[in-house]
């Protein structure tokens, strides 16, 4: 299969077609995903809630990420993998968010990064754009900031803050920004933002006119026992996982595994 490269994301956007992008974090899963034909997968710092039970992404680090990020790159051959910065890896300087992707993309193996904010972090994204490094913005609700926002809230309701959204997602495309993820936005402001910008929108909590989606892969497979209102279960895989290990348990107690056929007999 063909790479998804960066202007390919333009290019769906000017045909109609809808970018699809799940977060990954290890070499079995993005494998799936990969040959099930999923454009982009985000190695994102949800890593620290869905695998390493945090309650919060403020806890995760580079060195958190990177392996994720290894696994994730190991594992696909159709997939453009774009590494999230976590929380203190790029917000104090260009030259700070350059040395944090710098290591996505050598040790990680990443095609692109991704971190939060608008204006306030648009010098970065010139930077790493003028690098050769491509960058994913991502506005709304941005987790890393939840202690600002007061919690997990819809972002850019009210005219004021429409306003702020909106002029933050053109500082992102005037900056270089290949994609803005937007997250837990009123559809009518996410429709408008995807109308006015060239580059693709990714919409979490967004509605349906977003130019592609993106879900947290436990939430839509129904991995986990909890998900957010946005997020639609398109399968039962913890409950899967769950039979499997109990059918599994069943037969070593019951002395019916392994049989002969899974016995080496001399
Ligand atoms: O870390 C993450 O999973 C994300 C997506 C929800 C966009 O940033
Ligand atoms: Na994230």
């Keep these: 299969p063909r790479r998804v490269r960066v202007h390919h994301l333009r290019e769906a956007k000017e045909r109609g077609e809808r970018l699809t ?4 974090y290890d070499f079995p899963t993005a494998r799936i995903f990969d040959e099930a034909g999923i ?5 994102g710092d949800s890593i620290g809630n869905t695998m390493h039970g945090h309650d919060t992404t403020i806890p995760v680090t580079v060195d958190d990420l990177l392996p994720a990020v290894r696994a994730v790159s190991a594992a696909t051959r159709r997939a453009l993998v774009v590494a999230d910065l976590p929380f203190g890896s790029y917000e104090a300087s260009p030259e700070q968010a ?13 095609h692109a990064v991704k971190f939060e904010g608008g204006r306030r972090i648009a010098a970065q994204v010139r930077l790493l754009t003028d690098a050769g490094i491509p960058v994913v913005g991502h506005l709304g609700f941005t987790p890393q900031s939840e202690n600002l926002l007061g919690g997990k809230r819809v972002q850019g309701r009210g005219d004021e803050a429409a ?3 909106s002029a933050d997602a053109v500082a992102l495309q005037e900056a270089g920004a290949v994609a803005v993820v937007l997250e837990m936005v009123p559809a009518p402001l996410a429709a408008r933002v995807t109308e006015v910008l ?9 509605g349906a006119a977003c130019d592609g989606q993106v879900l947290v892969w436990l939430d839509m497979a129904g991995m986990g026992d909890w998900s957010p209102r946005f997020a639609q279960q398109f399968g039962q895989v913890g409950k ?8 599994y348990a069943d037969e070593v107690r019951g002395g019916t595994f392994p049989d002969a056929g899974h016995s080496f007999l001399q």
């Design 21 to 24: 992008m799940l977060t990954a």
């Design 98 to 110: 350059f040395a944090t992707a710098v290591r996505m993309l050598k040790e990680g193996g990443a």
């Design 198 to 206: 060239a580059i693709p929108t990714i919409g979490i909590g967004a």
């Design 240 to 247: 899967a996982l769950g039979d499997a290990a109990r059918a």
């Design 163 to 165: 306003e702020r959204l």
């Design 39 to 43: 454009d982009m997968l985000l190695v």
